[in-house]
């Protein structure tokens, strides 16, 4: 079985940099993989913020940035706000078995 | 504006059936691979399945929970996406998103709740 691996919980402090990791059970994570990230705050739907490693959506504002670090997909933010904090999950493309897999998610805390 | 409005969800006991509905706006559907995402309650999201364009097939493909239980289809004449949900378990109690396939649309719909309980 196909795991995806995410830090459980990061803190940050406001105007900080936080990067977040995404790790695959089968070896290094490549643009192959697709990677996706998404945004999920209490009680609301989860928010697409980046697709395809490092492509940011119209909304997604440009202090977020996606990335390959070390074989792995990562997700960092550059002078974090207080509305950054959510639950981000990532999401990576498995294309011999044509499926998606999510990361468990990073509870990311900005105190 | 794009919209996906889910409806269908409700209570189910366990061995019954669901059918979820997605009814999109604002985008060509017909042009679009769409995707179904869970949430268990309090848990993270999990990919269910997905339906590619009539143009490239139709075909779909599932996560390994719901292979053979689950049925995606669409009804482009209707701008709307089916869950078919069979022999349903406790275990798929969740909130139900409706997608656009991960990549550069990234749209999501505000969720249904399924409840499989005796």
């Known amino acids: 079985q196909t795991v995806v691996t995410q830090e459980p919980s990061l803190t940050v402090s406001p105007g900080g940099t936080v990067t977040l990791t995404c790790a695959s059970s089968?070896?290094?994570?490549?643009?192959?993989?697709?990677p996706n990230w998404f945004q999920q705050k209490p009680g609301q739907a989860p928010r697409a913020l980046i697709y395809s490693t490092n492509n940011r959506h119209s909304w997604t504002p440009a202090r977020f940035s996606g990335s390959l670090l070390g074989g792995k997909a990562a997700l960092t933010l550059s002078g974090v706000q207080p509305e950054d904090e959510a639950e981000y999950y990532c999401?990576?493309?498995?294309?011999?078995?044509?499926?998606?897999?999510f990361g468990g998610g990073t509870k990311l805390t900005v105190l | 504006e794009v919209q996906l409005v889910e409806s269908g969800g409700g209570l189910v006991k366990p061995g019954g059936s669901l059918r979820l509905s997605c009814a999109a706006s604002g985008f060509t559907f017909s042009d679009a691979w769409m995707s179904w995402v869970r949430q268990a309650p309090g848990k993270g999201l999990e990919w269910v399945g997905r339906?590619?364009?009539?143009?490239?097939?139709?075909?779909?493909d599932y996560a390994a929970p719901v292979k053979v239980r689950f049925t995606i289809s669409r009804d482009d004449s209707k701008n709307t996406l089916h869950l078919q949900m069979n022999s349903l378990k406790t275990e798929d109690t969740a909130v139900y998103y409706c997608t656009t396939d991960p990549g550069s649309r990234g749209y999501w719909g505000q969720g249904t709740l399924v409840t499989v309980s005796s």
């Open positions: 339906i590619k364009s009539k143009d490239d097939g139709g075909t779909t």
């Open positions: 089968t070896g290094a994570v490549t643009s192959g993989y697709f």
């Open positions: 999401l990576l493309y498995y294309g011999g078995a044509q499926l998606w897999v």
